[in-house]
């Protein structure tokens, strides 16, 4: 593969990392994690990409990283010896395979059915491995996740008992508050999730169960949920690239990365249309903003476009570039095959976004 | 690649085609067009699948394919020797590039401004060769296309005389139109929208220039705009495969393909957790439908959990397979690197999507 060596030798449409505000944004959250208890385990889902993921470990105060699927902790696991894979595993194939990773790493997953912990213990038995289990509590958000208290307590039992399985603790995420703007009520709705999954760690220490993993949190509430005592990991993801709709959000954390497009056209004088539509950013959490470009915002994505409203007397036309900011970091990187790594103008690294889709699509 | 042999092998979330009716979307297209002057030019775009560009073409009543992107229509110069790009080419990589792919098919560009004319003519003066020239006329949606008359009558002139282009007519696609329910509105609409079209075509005619290729229409128009006296050609897509927002329209095609998914979590009784979030299905037209489950409907999609509300006393539990419908052709199948085809519950092909995402991005 030939590297574009500068910004604009970039084909389009394709993803921009500016490296120095993505490294600056990891320091960030590592020194707020060195300063307390509660270490951070970096969302791998958010980017899927192994070079940030090295990156995000190798600045400390990180307890391993979480995936939301086995194709991203395969991924993983050939750098990093601690996943939790933060979701329901089910299917006799995905069970299989997270059996095959407790060979070489220690892996956990959440369960939130004895349906789902049975089908796990199995699979491990058939290994000859012991896999990790988080108890999934429903802390708010209507999701997965056991009820909080006796239900989460007896399927906890449930799971110490199963050969296979090794009982780690409780997750939750609250993600039903992770984007709320107002900081007070973030924080008050953030900390009553956590008294849920407190309680259930709780009842599950007292009845002489394991429970040294308490993991929830995410990229709106890591200030908060980190420093609620009982905490131990915070799952944070979007911080390191961030996009529009977590730069509401009262967050130290920069702008890091954005779509490259090219005008197409200039149909009218307040008009352009880009080749960077939402086939290349996604609209999930709304219209992307238009970088540095003062008075300019996009009316709206089609497939292969965006149509950008402009003041009438910019000077844009064909063949410039024009970057956008989405509003969701996650699905919008997993469109794309690579980041373009740069520092000013200069491509310093094509990086592939190795668990972009469905792996298993790939190999069988 | 070991294919899986029936449904219940693929691995979670997938794509799944419903191939026999798929071949009779393609055969009621093929047959529509076969009784009028005016031919199909499928959209490669609404799939990207070789396999199935292949059957449209092969089904007859084609003048060729319409592409999206230059890398789509390199993908299917290897057995398509008719292509219209559909769109403005901008920049010297990508003109670069149909330049090369005028030495071994008959490849058309859209072009609606004199940058990109002359853009287009030097890359193709460089590599010696031709490269056809269709004008894109604005027929009515606020994206590309130059204004119809005597805007489009300039550019075209300026196309005949620049070396390396061979000018060969208009299009116009009517995509403020393609999705209007009511019959007689869209009808109405889509008409004025081609009398843009062809009075353009007209003057360039009287003015001796070249224009034999009309082109225009979609899914939502085809036996409107195909039934336009003047229209040479037509550039539906959705029809193959049929997505919820086509199948409000009063047209002839079948529900041709699902996004297969697991049930990860039953968290309550009304409720159920399914692995085919917006990474697999985007929902850009809105929420997909719940194939084959009355009472059934999707609340909301996150990454990697479609939250489904379902009868309380629904029988669902984790391990089984709910189906959902998408809202929007295009953008789900660039989700997935392939399509699993099957005949009944027969896995008859896995279909690779071959021009997914943007192919620049893995070829340097």
Redesign the interface.
């Known amino acids: 593969?030939?590297?574009p060596r500068t910004l604009s030798d970039i084909?389009?449409?394709?993803l921009i990392v500016d490296v120095p505000a993505m490294e600056r944004n990891i320091r960030r959250m590592a020194e707020f994690f060195a300063a307390g208890a509660c270490r951070l385990r970096p969302h791998f889902?958010a980017h899927k990409t192994l070079e940030i993921a090295r990156r995000q470990l190798a600045a400390g105060s990180c307890t391993g990283l979480t995936c939301?699927?086995v194709a991203e902790a395969e991924a993983a696991s050939d750098f990093c010896d601690d996943i939790l894979i933060a979701?329901?595993v089910?299917?006799p194939?995905?069970t299989a395979r997270v059996a095959a990773l407790a060979k070489r790493t220690d892996v956990k997953i959440a369960a939130?059915?004895v349906?789902?912990l049975e089908?796990m213990a199995a699979a491990a038995q058939r290994a000859g491995v012991t896999v990790g289990i988080v108890i999934d509590v429903?802390v708010g958000m209507?999701?997965?996740?056991?009820a909080p208290g006796e239900e989460a307590l007896a399927l906890a039992r449930r799971a110490a008992g199963l050969s296979g399985l090794r009982l780690r603790g409780v997750m939750g995420y609250e993600?039903h508050v992770v984007a709320i703007e107002d900081r007070g009520e973030r924080e008050a709705r953030a900390r009553k999730a956590m008294e849920r999954l407190l309680t259930s760690a709780q009842m599950m220490r007292e009845a002489g169960l394991a429970c040294d993993i308490v993991s929830a949190g995410g990229t709106g509430t890591y200030d908060i949920t980190g420093r609620v005592e009982g905490v131990t990991e915070v799952q944070a993801g979007s911080y390191v690239l961030m996009d529009t709709a977590y730069a509401k959000l009262d967050i130290p954390f920069e702008k890091a990365f954005s779509v490259l497009g090219?005008?197409?056209?200039?149909?009218?004088p307040g008009?352009c249309?880009t080749?960077s539509g939402?086939?290349?950013c996604?609209?999930?959490h709304g219209n992307p903003a238009v970088k540095d470009a003062p008075g300019a915002s996009v009316?709206f994505?089609?497939?292969?476009?965006a149509?950008i409203a402009i003041p009438p007397d910019s000077p844009v036309?064909?063949?410039d570039r024009i970057q956008l900011w989405p509003s969701h970091t996650?699905?919008t990187i997993?469109?794309?095959?690579?980041l373009y790594a740069l520092e000013g103008e200069t491509v310093v690294g094509v990086w592939p976004v190795t668990a972009r889709?469905?792996a298993?699509?790939?190999?069988?």
Do not use: W
């Open positions: 593969m030939t590297h084909p389009t449409p394709a889902k939301a699927t979701n329901q089910i299917g194939d995905k939130d059915s349906y789902g089908e429903n209507p999701r997965c996740g056991v993600g090219t005008v197409l056209s200039r149909p009218a008009l249309v080749d939402h086939k290349a996604t609209q999930d009316l994505l089609s497939d292969e476009h149509s036309r064909p063949g996650d699905p997993n469109l794309h095959d690579v889709g469905y298993e699509q790939r190999h069988g």
